[in-house]
């Protein structure tokens, strides 16, 4: 999508931090990190938030999943825990509307809300 900072993201039009990539994924480290890693894992396809998956979109899903575990074990912070965020719309806090998962780790992670 033309003006999606993250789609420009995966297109190299915007510079980035690269941690992953498969022909479905694209993870990158994020610009204000909130932990000691804090990842950022995105569709390449453009989907703006959860509130637009539909069920063809359910294997990509679970590829994002597998690929954060890939990532937590390379990363070497699969051990001792980390958590997965997405914020969804304007209640959820989302600010870029590209679908995208916060991955974070490094730490104890305080401010639990659930
Ligand atoms: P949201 O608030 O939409 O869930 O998360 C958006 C995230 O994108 C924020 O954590 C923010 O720091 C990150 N972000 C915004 N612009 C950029 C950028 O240009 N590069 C990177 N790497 N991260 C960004
Ligand atoms: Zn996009």
Known sequence: MEDCLFCKIIKGEVPSNKV????????????????????????????????????????LIGKIYTAINKIAEEKGFKKDGFRIINNCGKNGGQEVMHLHFHVLAGKQLGEKIV
Do not use: Q, R
């Open 20 to 59: 992953y990539e498969d022909e479905d994924i694209y993870a990158f480290y994020d610009i204000n990190p909130a932990a000691p890693i804090h990842i950022l894992v995105i569709p390449k396809k453009h989907i703006a938030s959860v509130a637009d998956l539909t069920a063809a979109d359910e294997p």
